[in-house]
């Protein structure tokens, strides 16, 4: 048994992650004198506007979207980089924002890890590799004794496939493949259960992203990892997630089990997204470029932010926020679509109307949901 499952506490029944209404507003006025002098107002920036989602022990739960739409900030909301204007946000049902928790947050902390989407800018270039590696060790107090941390910074160096001798070197001395797998070693190093990986492949070649992909695939697999992918690149996502949750301008407006996602999309932006991938998109559909651009989330259009880009749009749309609906999905599980033309089935009938395939096999109530 690992360390990480002997430490686990006796809520496992939870999800390993329970992100509920999250929230990250940023004042992005101009500072004061020139709000004085200019008469500008105060402005705020939703980045983040109650997101919800778990993330189950063992599954890759990934998050995509268009650049700006809020997903390096929620991931940096749950790692605690930055607190929530608002919301909740638990691990193993214990709500890591509640002071009450303060005292167990430091041995969650050692739980959680995060690799980012730079592995030049996230390595200290003056640091040996292996101290690079280490100072998790050290810091979490997993081990002082200094033979045993050279011998576990060797073991995490071969794990990720480089060799033990590389530890000796400095960061420049590697490429970017092997860089963001040193940003891995050190990921593992405090034997994390849950890894939260914001863009982790998108500043490398396409011939190493799957190298690296692969090998964060086999890691989940040895460690039982439990993975928070953030991705704007849909065939990377396809590779790695289990479900899939996309967003626009700060909310969630689908979340799908991955080939459902796939197969089925419903809302009519995941629709796009998918449309514009070539062997992605939905068979028999010819490469669609994504259409208009994400509007100034200072000022989001009311209603459905998607709605001057939705060829679906109606009063309804530009008028009304549409809810987060669910329904089951065939095989298991649940869908949630945050879309009034799928709630109301005109997303269907206009799609049958066009001759284009619909959402086969989901269509059905939906339900509010819980
Ligand atoms: N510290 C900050 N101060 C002000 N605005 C911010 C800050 N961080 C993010 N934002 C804004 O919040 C919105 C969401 O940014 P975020 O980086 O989370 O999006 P993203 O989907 O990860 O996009 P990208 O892939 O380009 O990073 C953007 O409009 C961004 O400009």
């Known amino acids: 048994m690992s360390v990480a499952a002997a430490d686990a506490e006796p809520l496992a029944a939870a999800p390993l992650l329970q992100v509920d209404e999250l929230r990250r507003v940023f004042d992005v006025s101009k500072p004061f004198l020139n709000r004085l002098l200019e008469g500008a107002p105060r402005l705020h920036l939703k980045a983040v506007d109650g997101v919800s989602f778990t993330v189950n022990r063992g599954e890759t739960f990934a998050l995509v979207g268009e650049s700006g739409c809020g997903k390096s900030t929620v991931a940096r909301l749950v790692v605690g980089l930055m607190p929530p204007s608002a919301g909740?946000?638990?691990?193993?049902?214990?709500?890591?924002?509640?002071?009450?928790?303060?005292?167990?947050?430091?041995?969650?902390?050692?739980?959680?890890?995060?690799?980012?989407?730079?592995?030049?800018?996230?390595?200290?270039?003056?640091?040996?590799?292996?101290?690079?590696?280490?100072e998790p060790i050290r810091a979490f107090g997993m081990a002082q004794d200094k033979a045993e941390i050279a011998d576990r910074v060797a073991d995490l160096l071969r794990t990720v496939g480089l060799d033990a001798a590389d530890g000796r070197k400095f960061p420049h001395?590697?490429?970017?493949?092997?860089?963001?797998?040193?940003?891995?070693?050190?990921?593992?190093?405090?034997?994390?259960?849950?890894?939260?990986?914001?863009?982790?492949?998108?500043?490398?070649?396409?011939?190493?992203?799957?190298?690296?992909?692969?090998?964060?695939?086999?890691?989940?697999?040895?460690?039982?990892?439990t993975y928070l992918f953030i991705s704007h690149d849909l065939a990377v996502v396809r590779h790695m997630a289990t479900r899939i949750g996309v967003m626009y301008l700060g909310r969630?407006?689908?979340?799908?089990?991955?080939?459902?996602?796939?197969?089925?999309?419903?809302?009519?932006?995941?629709?796009m997204l998918l449309d514009a991938v070539p062997d992605l998109g939905m068979s028999g559909r010819a490469r669609q470029p994504v259409k208009g651009e994400v509007p100034n989330p200072i000022s989001p259009p009311p209603g459905c932010a998607f709605n001057p880009r939705c060829p679906f749009a109606n009063d309804r749309c530009r008028s009304e926020r549409p809810q987060a609906l669910s329904q089951?999905?065939?095989?298991?599980?649940?869908?949630?679509?945050?879309?009034?033309?799928?709630?109301?089935?005109?997303?269907?009938?206009?799609?049958?109307?066009?001759?284009?395939?619909?959402?086969a096999g989901t269509t059905g109530a939906l339900h509010t949901a819980s």
Not at 103 to 123: E, K, N, T, V
Not at 329 to 341: N, Q, S, T
């Open 88 to 134: 909740r946000i638990a691990f193993e049902g214990m709500d890591i924002g509640d002071p009450a928790n303060a005292g167990a947050l430091g041995r969650l902390r050692r739980r959680f890890q995060m690799i980012f989407q730079d592995p030049y800018a996230s390595l200290n270039p003056r640091w040996r590799v292996d101290n690079i590696i280490a």
């Open 173 to 225: 001395e590697f490429s970017g493949g092997q860089r963001q797998r040193i940003c891995i070693a050190r990921a593992l190093s405090n034997r994390p259960e849950f890894i939260v990986c914001d863009e982790p492949t998108s500043a490398l070649d396409v011939s190493v992203q799957a190298q690296i992909l692969n090998l964060m695939r086999d890691l989940q697999d040895e460690f039982g990892l």
């Open 252 to 271: 969630l407006v689908e979340v799908a089990p991955a080939k459902q996602l796939f197969r089925s999309p419903r809302h009519p932006y995941t629709r």
């Open 328 to 359: 089951p999905v065939p095989g298991g599980g649940e869908a949630l679509v945050a879309c009034h033309a799928v709630e109301e089935g005109r997303l269907d009938a206009e799609l049958a109307r066009a001759g284009l395939a619909g959402a």
